[in-house]
C-alpha cells in the first residue's frame, strides 16, 4: 500500500507539452540570422525607473525590485526572479497568497495549520521567508492582496541580502504607492457560490505636485466548501508620498488587518491515501464557531525616505514597525488512525502569540567607472528587534468515526496540562544586525557579474515566565552570492550563479533546551540558466537547471533523546521553466514547469507513522514532503475586442507525500479554470469559474503529519463587478 516511488522519467502529457512549446520558441529564436544577434552599442548600469502596473507590464514586467534590491532588468539577474504581476492576479481572480503563488513554478502549498500562509519552494518549508517592500514580515498570519501590486520570488538562499533563512527562495509582497498628478480610483464588489462576499477600493488622490494619498481598503465576509468554515476580515491600508526636495521623496505606509476564520486542519489519511469522505467533511469541534477559531491581528507602520545627490549617489533608509497578535483554538485528526475500528484519533489545543518588532535598512547606492568597468555598487546596514511572547497548552484528546466525524464536540484539556512546562509562556528577543555590499559590473558589452556578500550578527534570548532557565546563543554568518552574465544577443542572456545562506536554530521561534546548542544549518545553491526576450520584448522565456544543498540540519542524538545535533543533509536537483507574455494575436499567456528530484541524503532522524501499527521510519533517502516531482501551469488570455476578454487556465500538480515518512500520497491532479471579463465604459464585470470540471483533489497537507490533509475546493464561480473613477 506504499508502493508510490517518484519517476524522474515519466512526464505528464501537459508538462510535456509545455516543454515542447518552450523548447520550440527558444530553437526558433536561436536559428536567427547573424543579423539579429548583432550589438552595436555597450550597455551601462545607469538608472532604472520602473512603473509597475496592469496596464504597463502586462503578463511580462521588464524588471524586479527583489533580486538586488534595485530595478535591475530580469536579464541581468544571475538568478531564477519569478514575478506575479496585478494584471494576472486579476485574470485569475487571485483572493490570496495561495492563489498568487500557484504561479510559480517549484512551490508548493501547506495549509500552515489552517492560520498562515505557507508554502514549500524547491523542496524546501519556506515558513518564515515571507517580505513585504524588501523588509522581513515573518509573522504568521494570512496576508490580503488589497494592497498588493505585484509578488515577486527569489529562488534560492538571498541571505546576501536579506539574512536568515530563504533555503529555496523568498517572497517579497510589492504593495501599491501613491501616484504624483493623478487622481483616480476603483472599487469592487465580489459575489460567488459558497456564501462569498468581498468589498475593495483603491482610490488616489494627487494632492499636489509634491504630495500624493493613497487609500487601500478591503472587507471580506465569505463562507466555505468546508463544513463550518468562515473568514471575516478586513485590510485597511493608507499611504502617503511627499516630494520634500528636487531629489528627495518620503513615503508613508500603515496597514491595519484583521483575519478571523476557522482553523482547519483538514482530514486523516487511511491505508496510504485520503480518506475517501466529502471535501466538506469537518473533523473538530461540532461547534467550530466558538472552539476552533483563529484570530490575527497585524498592524504595520513604514517610512521610506530617498535622496539623490547626483546622478553617482543616492540612499534610502526604511523603517518598519510592527504589531502582531495571534489567538488560535482548534481540534484536529491528528492522532493515529485506526484501520480495523476505523477510528481517528483527535486532539485539542491552543497557542496564543503578541510580538512587536522593527527593522531599518539603509542602502547607499554608487555608480561609477573604475577600471574601465561600469559598476553599481550597493552598501547596506540592517538593525531590527523582534519581541515574542508564546503560549500554548494541548493535551485534550478523543477518538472519532473516519468516515462520521460531525456532530461531537471538541475534547477537554485536562487542568494538569496548564501548568505543565511545555505550558509555561516563553519571551523570545532575536536582534539582527548585519552589514552588506554588492556589485553589478558590466565587464564587456556581452558580460556582466553580480557578486556581494553580507555578514550577519543575529542572537536570541528566550525567558519563561516561571521555573525554566534561561536560553540564548548568537551565531555570526558570513553569506556570499557571486553570478556572471552573458548576454549575446539583446535577445538572449546565460548565466550561472552560486548562492549561500543560514537558518539559525529555532530562526522564527523561541529555543528550547535541546536545540539552543544547534548550529545554523547551511543551505548553498548553485545553478545555470538562460533569459530569452522573444517577440521584441512582449514574450520572456527563462529556464533554470540547479543544485540546492542544505546541510546540518537538526536531527536528535542517539546517545542523547534531550539535545540536537547538525547531522543532516537534503537536497534537491531542479528543472524550472516559464514563458510569460503577449502573444501574436494579443494573447496574454502565463505559463510554467518545475521537475524537482529531492532526498534526504544524510539524516538520522526518525518520524512516526500515524496508522496502527505506528513504526519509526528513518529519514534517510526519504523525498521531502510536499514535494511533486513534476508540477505546470497554463494560464491564457484573449482580448476578442469591443471590451470582450475570454480564457482559462489548466493546473497540474504530480503526487506528493504528505511527510517525511513517505508512507502516504496526495495522488496527482489536474484543475481546469476559466474567466471572461467584459468592459462597458468605465464598468467591468469579471467571471471566473475555478475546478472547471469539479475535480476532486487534495490541495495540501501539513508537512510533518501523514493525517492532517486538506481537501481542494469542488468548482466554485466568483463574480466581481468593478467601477474606475
Not at 197 to 221: K, L, M, P, Q, Y
Request: with cysteine; hydrophobic share 35%.
Amino acid at each position: 500500500m506504499h508502493a508510490y516511488t517518484p519517476t524522474p522519467y515519466r512526464l505528464h502529457p501537459l508538462v510535456a507539452a509545455l516543454l515542447a512549446t518552450l523548447c520550440g520558441t527558444a530553437l526558433a529564436q536561436t536559428t536567427a540570422p547573424p543579423a539579429a544577434v548583432a550589438q552595436t552599442t555597450p550597455q551601462t548600469l545607469g538608472e532604472v525607473t520602473v512603473q509597475s502596473s496592469a496596464d504597463d507590464d502586462g503578463y511580462s514586467p521588464a524588471a524586479a525590485s527583489t533580486a538586488t534590491k534595485g530595478s535591475a532588468p530580469l536579464r541581468d539577474v544571475p538568478q531564477a526572479v519569478n514575478v506575479v504581476p496585478a494584471q494576472l492576479l486579476r485574470d485569475q481572480g487571485a483572493r490570496s497568497m495561495e492563489d498568487a503563488l500557484r504561479n510559480v513554478p517549484g512551490v508548493a502549498m501547506s495549509h500552515g495549520d489552517g492560520q498562515r500562509d505557507q508554502v514549500v519552494i524547491r523542496g524546501f518549508t519556506a515558513i518564515a521567508d515571507q517580505f513585504v517592500d524588501g523588509v522581513r514580515d515573518d509573522a504568521l498570519y494570512f496576508r490580503d492582496l488589497a494592497d498588493i501590486e505585484r509578488v515577486e520570488v527569489l529562488k534560492g538562499p538571498a541571505a546576501v541580502l536579506y539574512g536568515r533563512g530563504s533555503s529555496g527562495g523568498l517572497i517579497n509582497r510589492v504593495t501599491k504607492k501613491p501616484k504624483f498628478g493623478e487622481t483616480s480610483g476603483e472599487a469592487s464588489l465580489g459575489l460567488g457560490n459558497f456564501d462569498y462576499r468581498r468589498a475593495t477600493a483603491d482610490v488616489n488622490v494627487g494632492i499636489s505636485d509634491t504630495a500624493a494619498f493613497r487609500i487601500n481598503a478591503a472587507v471580506e465576509d465569505s463562507g466555505s466548501y468546508r463544513d463550518q468554515q468562515f473568514v471575516k476580515r478586513h485590510n485597511f491600508a493608507p499611504s502617503l508620498a511627499l516630494k520634500l526636495a528636487a531629489q528627495t521623496d518620503l513615503l508613508l505606509q500603515y496597514t491595519n488587518a484583521r483575519d478571523k476564520r476557522l482553523t482547519d486542519f483538514g482530514i486523516p489519511a487511511l491505508n496510504g491515501r485520503p480518506v475517501n469522505v466529502p471535501a466538506s467533511t469537518y473533523y473538530g469541534s461540532s461547534n467550530a464557531a466558538q472552539d476552533d477559531t483563529t484570530t490575527s491581528t497585524m498592524q504595520s507602520f513604514a517610512a521610506t525616505l530617498n535622496h539623490r545627490f547626483n546622478d553617482d549617489w543616492s540612499v534610502q533608509n526604511v523603517t518598519r514597525l510592527y504589531d502582531y497578535a495571534l489567538d488560535r483554538y482548534n481540534t484536529l485528526p491528528g492522532g493515529t488512525t485506526d484501520p480495523v475500528n476505523l477510528t481517528v484519533g483527535r486532539t485539542r489545543s491552543f497557542i496564543l502569540r503578541d510580538e512587536k518588532g522593527f527593522f531599518n535598512q539603509t542602502d547607499v547606492t554608487w555608480r561609477n567607472q573604475l577600471g574601465g568597468f561600469k559598476q553599481e555598487w550597493l552598501m547596506g546596514v540592517e538593525l531590527g528587534q523582534q519581541k515574542k511572547r508564546s503560549e500554548s497548552v494541548t493535551g485534550g484528546a478523543d477518538r472519532v468515526p473516519l468516515f462520521n466525524p460531525g456532530n461531537r464536540p471538541a475534547p477537554a484539556i485536562p487542568a494538569a496540562n496548564y501548568n505543565a512546562d511545555s505550558a509555561i509562556p516563553s519571551h523570545t528577543t532575536q536582534d539582527t544586525a548585519a552589514l552588506y555590499w554588492q556589485n553589478q559590473i558590466t565587464l564587456a558589452p556581452q558580460w556582466k557579474a553580480l557578486v556581494g556578500a553580507r555578514y550577519d550578527v543575529f542572537g536570541q534570548e528566550t525567558t519563561f515566565d516561571r521555573k525554566l532557565a534561561t536560553l540564548s546563543r548568537t551565531d555570526k554568518k558570513f553569506s556570499p552570492r557571486a553570478g556572471l552574465v552573458w548576454q549575446p544577443s539583446d535577445v538572449v542572456s546565460y548565466y550561472v550563479s552560486y548562492s549561500k545562506s543560514f537558518q539559525p536554530s529555532a530562526e522564527a521561534f523561541a529555543l528550547a533546551a535541546n536545540n539552543t546548542g544547534a548550529e545554523p544549518e547551511i543551505t548553498e545553491n548553485k545553478e545555470i540558466g538562460v533569459k530569452l526576450d522573444l517577440l521584441d520584448g512582449r514574450l520572456n522565456v527563462t529556464g533554470a537547471l540547479f543544485n540546492l544543498e542544505r546541510t546540518n540540519i537538526k536531527n536528535t542524538d542517539p546517545a542523547n533523546p534531550g539535545r540536537q545535533i547538525n547531522v543532516g543533509t537534503q537536497r534537491t536537483n531542479g528543472l524550472e521553466l516559464t514563458a510569460n507574455g503577449r502573444l501574436p494575436g494579443r494573447w496574454d499567456v502565463s505559463t510554467g514547469y518545475a521537475w524537482l528530484d529531492g532526498r534526504m541524503t544524510k539524516s538520522l532522524a526518525t518520524t512516526t507513522s500515524t496508522q496502527l501499527p505506528t513504526a519509526a521510519i528513518a529519514a534517510q533517502g526519504k523525498v521531502p514532503a510536499l514535494t511533486p516531482r513534476n508540477s505546470a501551469f497554463l494560464w491564457a488570455m484573449k482580448d476578442l475586442g469591443h471590451g470582450l476578454r475570454v480564457g482559462g487556465g489548466v493546473n497540474y500538480v504530480g503526487a506528493r507525500f504528505t511527510s517525511l515518512t513517505n508512507l502516504v500520497t496526495l495522488p496527482g491532479y489536474t484543475t481546469l479554470d476559466a474567466a471572461l471579463q467584459y468592459t462597458l465604459g468605465q464598468w467591468d464585470v469579471d467571471v471566473n469559474i475555478k475546478n472547471l470540471a469539479n475535480r476532486k483533489y487534495y490541495v495540501s497537507a501539513h508537512g510533518s503529519n501523514d493525517n492532517l490533509i486538506l481537501p481542494g475546493s469542488p468548482r466554485a464561480v466568483q463574480v466581481t463587478l468593478r467601477t474606475r473613477f
